[in-house]
């Protein structure tokens, strides 16, 4: 029996405690990387009653689709994370506006912060378009 790696795609033996290539520690070192920097600063934000509201009221806008793979990848995938398009970190005041918030499965939440490092800056307008094609497809009331 095989499992595939959800990170790199490998295929490797049960037999394994985690993939080959080390993808494994690799996510969790980024996991945390990422947790450090957002959650830890932030974590008040994070905690409030706001922002559950806020995450579940992103999630039903989407309908509980990562819209990244939706457009990007051409795949249906559920989401499991609300992102913050412009983050935290460069405005707070953005931080509690649903129209600042997009659902995003985590390997796509992975791929976009990669490419916020690597300073992609259509990254942000390329988001933005699709949920303004999402908004027009679904006429503002999602699936």
Same mark, same amino acid.
């Given at each position: ?34 947790? =450090? #920097? ?5 974590? *008040? ?9 806020? +995450? %579940?009221?992103? @999630? ?30 460069? =405005? #707070? ?5 649903? *129209? ?9 939440? +992975? %791929?976009?912060? @990669? ?29």
């Amino acid at each position: 029996m095989n499992r595939i790696c959800p990170r790199c795609r490998k295929v490797y033996s049960y037999n394994l405690k985690g993939c080959p290539n080390g993808c494994n520690k690799k996510t969790r070192t980024e996991s945390n990387r990422i947790y =450090d #920097k957002c959650q830890r600063e932030h974590q *008040s934000f994070y905690n409030s009653k706001e922002w559950k509201r806020l +995450r %579940e009221a992103c @999630k039903n806008r989407f309908s509980n689709l990562c819209l990244w793979s939706l457009y990007k990848h051409k795949r249906v995938v559920t989401g499991t994370t609300a992102h913050h398009i412009v983050p935290l970190s460069e =405005d #707070k005041l953005k931080g509690s506006l649903l *129209s600042n918030l997009v659902y995003l499965s985590d390997e796509a939440h +992975r %791929e976009i912060h @990669k490419l916020y490092e690597s300073n992609q800056t259509g990254t942000i307008k390329e988001i933005r378009e699709f949920i303004q094609v999402w908004e027009v497809e679904t006429e503002g009331r999602g699936i």
